[in-house]
């Protein structure tokens, strides 16, 4: 295996040249001015002190330039990690105490380590067991309760609670301390954050600006907002009038930290790492696939573990908290022109930069205008049209959606992607418990066989064909006995079945076990089971077991072969467009035996 493999870095850095600098380089100033307040607003949301946020922006992105594969996600805190940091460490802390912030740290370790090891031992197939309702419901679920938890800020008051429901009635019982100059700064911003994302770019183009500059400063609408917020709370003195500001942020560089290694503290910390470990590669990977496929690169899931991972661990030894690549900035980053992971690279010695020399200068930035970027960043996750969407598509796929968004809403972000997880696998499981199957006759004037109950074809009177359409395991094994069995019983006059298995990709044990059971229940009913279209790989598996020796008929290569082998006049009068001809719907096996199974053409 070459070294490049796990070190991305010598690949693309062989090809590095001016150019590529140049490129790398402008998208890396545009990304680090718009990077320095997101992580100030994330940290808060994290309940963290602000410069943590600064912290969590300058090794992750490093270290991420050597082990990552996509050449333009950008790493650092998000608004849904930030949220699943404050709630996991607040179970164990205080928020403002030592404590909170060693909890924070440690959880950006633990979920380092979770996705390097996943990464080693080539994982990644594990983030697949949450479907994509289940993650945009949590998704659209975190963005309303993230952007609800803002709303104290936006109105100057103190509230707080575990959900939904307990944060809005902090909120409305609060209602009486608002603070209106806070209101007065914070709305607005709001506002023009809003109508930025969609009408800023439009003024700027016909203001006459190029396109790509147009699109880049429009993205760069929260820099505006914190640089005017600023210059009205210094100018109008309004942190004297109640409006809360982020205040002395320390100048410098974060130093090695060492977690301390408390072991009670880090087996309670330990499911909430893992959870965040899965969410961060979900969404990174999820980026990172996007981003590539549009110019035609590819990356690599496995060794993106590896690089968030380390990116994570950079993180928790530089006194940051959990990271992951970030929708926005990383959207930023490839409109920007960044053609290699230098750019992160570049953006991690700016935003170190300012963390050395321009933190006086965000002394009066207010808290409300943070909140008000936070809440139009999350506010872009919801997608409640997805819920119409699936519900119209799959009612099952819906009831996951739903579930996992009112669970998250109503039980909190851990057991909401908890509740995703196993439902997730549970609707696997029980839709792969009672797989499709039909029973096939021959198209009249071809070798094709299709669905009785769909088609007019043809079917010999003593021969029955039913196609597996799902491999054969332990939750479905059962659903093929009793289905078999069911024909059987229907069907006094039949002489052969086959089971035709062109869509069987693996049989286990259990499945096993069960064909051996039909073959011996079909051979004292005096019935012959045959097998056609066995794919490879399941023949190889078969052949290493008894089965085939004892198997009462034949394993056809095709089912044409089958039908020809077992009845050939039947076959011979379909490819004629003679014979019998079976009309959709008229045989009474398929429905009497395959009740409530989902149609499938």
């Known amino acids: 295996m070459k070294l490049s493999e796990h070190l991305p870095i010598l690949e693309w850095g062989r090809a590095y040249n001016g150019g590529t600098f140049a490129n790398d380089m402008m998208a890396a100033v545009i990304v680090t001015v718009m990077l320095i307040p997101q992580s100030l607003a994330y940290a808060m949301l994290a309940g963290l002190p602000?410069?943590?946020?600064l912290y969590a922006s300058i090794l992750p992105l490093m270290v991420y330039a050597i082990f990552g594969t996509s050449r333009t996600m950008a790493v650092g805190p998000v608004a849904i990690l930030s949220l699943m940091t404050a709630v996991?460490?607040?179970?164990?802390?205080?928020?403002?105490?030592?404590?909170?912030?060693?909890?924070?740290?440690?959880?950006?370790?633990?979920?380092g380590l979770i996705?390097?090891?996943?990464?080693?031992?080539?994982?990644?197939?594990?983030?697949?067991?949450?479907?994509?309702?289940?993650?945009?419901?949590?998704?659209?679920?975190?963005?309303?309760?993230?952007?609800?938890?803002?709303?104290?800020?936006?109105?100057?008051?103190?509230?707080?609670?575990?959900?939904?429901?307990?944060?809005?009635?902090?909120?409305?019982?609060?209602?009486?301390?608002?603070?209106?100059?806070?209101?007065?700064?914070?709305?607005?911003?709001?506002?023009f954050l809003f109508w930025a994302r969609k009408g800023l770019k439009p003024l700027l183009l016909a203001l006459g600006l190029k396109e790509n500059i147009a699109a880049m400063l429009a993205r760069s609408g929260p820099v505006l907002a914190v640089v005017v917020g600023g210059v009205a709370v210094a100018a109008f003195g309004l942190e004297a009038k109640g409006v809360r500001i982020v205040g002395d942020i320390p100048k410098g560089l974060p130093g090695l930290t060492v977690p301390s290694f408390d072991p009670g503290l880090w087996?309670?910390?330990?499911?909430?790492?893992?959870?965040?470990?899965?969410?961060?590669?979900?969404?990174?990977?999820?980026?990172?696939?996007?981003?590539?496929?549009?110019?035609?690169?590819?990356?690599?899931?496995?060794?993106?573990?590896?690089?968030?991972?380390?990116?994570?661990?950079?993180?928790?030894?530089?006194?940051?908290?959990?990271?992951?690549g970030g929708f926005a900035r990383s959207a930023v980053n490839f409109d920007a022109g960044a053609e290699t992971p230098a750019a992160g690279a570049y953006t991690a010695v700016?935003?170190?930069?300012?963390?050395?020399?321009?933190?006086?200068?965000?002394?009066?930035?207010?808290?409300?205008?943070?909140?008000?970027?936070?809440?139009?960043?999350?506010?872009?996750?919801?997608?409640l049209k997805k819920l119409a969407h699936t519900?119209?598509?799959?009612?099952?796929?819906?009831?996951?959606?739903?579930?996992?968004?009112?669970?998250?809403?109503?039980a909190g972000v851990e057991l909401g992607v908890t509740t995703g997880i196993i439902v997730s696998i549970g609707l696997h499981l029980y839709v792969t418990s009672k797989p499709h199957f039909a029973i096939v006759g021959q198209v009249p004037g071809?070798?094709?066989?299709?669905?009785?109950?769909?088609?007019?074809?043809?079917?010999?009177?003593?021969?029955?064909?039913?196609?597996?359409?799902?491999?054969?395991?332990?939750?479905?094994?059962?659903?093929?006995?009793?289905?078999?069995?069911?024909?059987?019983?229907?069907?006094?006059?039949?002489?052969?079945?086959?089971?035709?298995?062109?869509?069987?990709?693996?049989?286990?044990?259990?499945?096993?076990?069960?064909?051996?059971?039909?073959?011996?229940?079909?051979?004292?009913?005096?019935?012959?089971?045959?097998?056609?279209?066995?794919?490879?790989?399941?023949?190889?598996?078969?052949?290493?077991?008894?089965?085939?020796?004892?198997?009462?008929?034949?394993?056809?290569?095709?089912?044409?072969?089958?039908?020809?082998?077992?009845?050939?006049?039947?076959?011979?009068?379909?490819?004629?467009k003679t014979g019998e001809v079976t009309d959709p719907a008229s045989d009474p096996c398929p429905s009497q035996c395959i009740a409530g199974v989902r149609e499938m053409s």
């Open 115 to 191: 996705l390097v090891v996943m990464g080693i031992f080539r994982l990644g197939f594990l983030a697949n067991f949450l479907s994509h309702p289940v993650v945009s419901g949590f998704v659209t679920a975190t963005g309303i309760l993230i952007a609800v938890s803002q709303l104290k800020y936006l109105l100057g008051v103190q509230a707080n609670g575990h959900n939904i429901i307990e944060t809005l009635a902090s909120i409305i019982s609060h209602l009486g301390d608002v603070n209106w100059y806070t209101v007065a700064i914070g709305g607005p911003a709001v506002a």
């Open 350 to 383: 700016g935003i170190a930069l300012a963390a050395l020399f321009l933190t006086p200068l965000l002394y009066n930035l207010p808290q409300a205008v943070l909140a008000a970027t936070v809440i139009v960043a999350v506010l872009g996750l919801v997608d």
């Open 391 to 410: 519900l119209s598509y799959s009612k099952r796929d819906f009831a996951a959606m739903l579930g996992t968004i009112l669970v998250t809403l109503l």
């Open 267 to 324: 087996q309670s910390l330990l499911g909430s790492s893992a959870l965040i470990a899965m969410i961060s590669f979900i969404e990174s990977v999820s980026m990172a696939q996007t981003l590539a496929a549009r110019r035609r690169q590819r990356i690599d899931p496995d060794q993106e573990l590896v690089a968030l991972g380390a990116s994570s661990l950079a993180a928790g030894f530089s006194g940051g908290y959990p990271v992951t």
């Open 446 to 576: 071809t070798h094709h066989f299709r669905n009785v109950n769909r088609h007019a074809v043809v079917t010999p009177k003593h021969i029955v064909t039913i196609r597996i359409d799902e491999s054969l395991y332990f939750a479905n094994a059962r659903f093929l006995e009793d289905t078999v069995y069911c024909v059987l019983g229907n069907r006094p006059d039949v002489e052969h079945i086959v089971l035709m298995c062109p869509a069987v990709n693996h049989i286990d044990v259990s499945g096993l076990e069960s064909l051996e059971a039909i073959n011996r229940r079909l051979k004292d009913a005096g019935v012959t089971l045959h097998l056609s279209e066995v794919k490879g790989p399941v023949m190889d598996r078969l052949k290493r077991t008894h089965f085939l020796d004892e198997l009462t008929g034949n394993v056809y290569l095709n089912q044409f072969d089958a039908i020809v082998d077992l009845d050939y006049d039947c076959a011979k009068s379909a490819i004629e």
């Open 88 to 111: 996991a460490a607040g179970k164990v802390a205080e928020q403002g105490t030592p404590e909170y912030l060693t909890a924070a740290i440690i959880l950006a370790v633990l979920s």
């Open 50 to 53: 602000p410069q943590v946020g």
